[in-house]
């Protein structure tokens, strides 16, 4: 089953840049990569979707190389309320495969 | 716009006990997925609908649970009878459902089960 790779945890300073990659090695040709975000006690919530280059919103940026064998996602200028996990979800080959979701990444933001 | 909404949102049972969990999609989604969250994992997919037809359930442990969308609409996932091992967060999903695999996911608050 194709997965995706990402790092278990992260910590940084408010007010710095975030940036988390995850691998996707085996993403197909018409695959998009979504980012989503989840804090304690709550469900996922969709961060960013994109399919190459880069794509930008008022929350993130999604940086895609041009082999899309990974992702980075951008977090910039970082506050205490963006600690959470951070999931990089590829929809990979056809019909029956399931979405699968990673461990994620868990972002601390220290004061 | 309301969002996924599920209840209840905390309940404890003893092993071998049923237990049955509710989910209302955003009005109009097509696609419904109940995920399974173990503490410090990722969500893992149980089982999913288009409309009221089950698209994947490979994940499913359908010796014990099983999952309904009546009219395309609500939907209740039952496990019968619960073990130890199925104390998680149930989380629920909808989509609009235009492009399924890479449709925008919306989550509900979960519902957190503790089997003792």
């Known amino acids: 089953l194709a997965k995706t790779t990402q790092p278990i945890s992260m910590d940084s300073y408010e007010g710095q840049e975030v940036n988390i990659t995850c691998s996707h090695n085996?993403?197909?040709?018409?695959?998009?990569i979504t980012w989503y975000q989840q804090f304690p006690s709550q469900g996922p919530r969709f961060i960013i979707q994109g399919y190459k280059t880069k794509v930008t919103n008022e929350v993130a940026s999604l940086f895609i190389p041009a082999d899309r064998k990974s992702s980075t996602l951008s977090l910039p200028r970082v506050s205490l309320s963006d600690t959470a996990v951070y999931y990089c979800?590829?929809?990979?080959?056809?019909?029956?495969?399931?979405?699968?979701f990673g461990k994620g990444t868990r972002l601390s933001v220290i004061a | 716009e309301a969002g996924v909404a599920q209840s209840p949102r905390y309940k404890i049972i003893e092993k071998r006990q049923s237990v049955a969990f509710w989910c209302n999609p955003i009005s109009g989604h097509a696609t419904l997925y109940w995920y399974q969250q173990i503490l410090g994992q990722g969500p893992k997919l149980l089982i999913q609908?288009?409309?009221?037809?089950?698209?994947?359930d490979s994940q499913l442990p359908k010796d014990r649970f099983s999952a309904e969308r009546l009219k395309g609409v609500d939907s209740t996932l039952k496990i019968q009878p619960a073990k130890l091992e199925d104390s998680a967060v149930y989380l629920c999903a909808s989509s609009p459902g235009r492009r399924t695999r890479t449709d925008t996911q919306y989550f509900g608050p979960g519902t957190r089960l503790t089997v003792l």
């Open positions: 609908f288009q409309n009221n037809g089950v698209v994947d």
């Open positions: 085996n993403i197909a040709t018409n695959d998009y």
């Open positions: 979800l590829v929809g990979f080959n056809s019909g029956n495969t399931p979405l699968v």
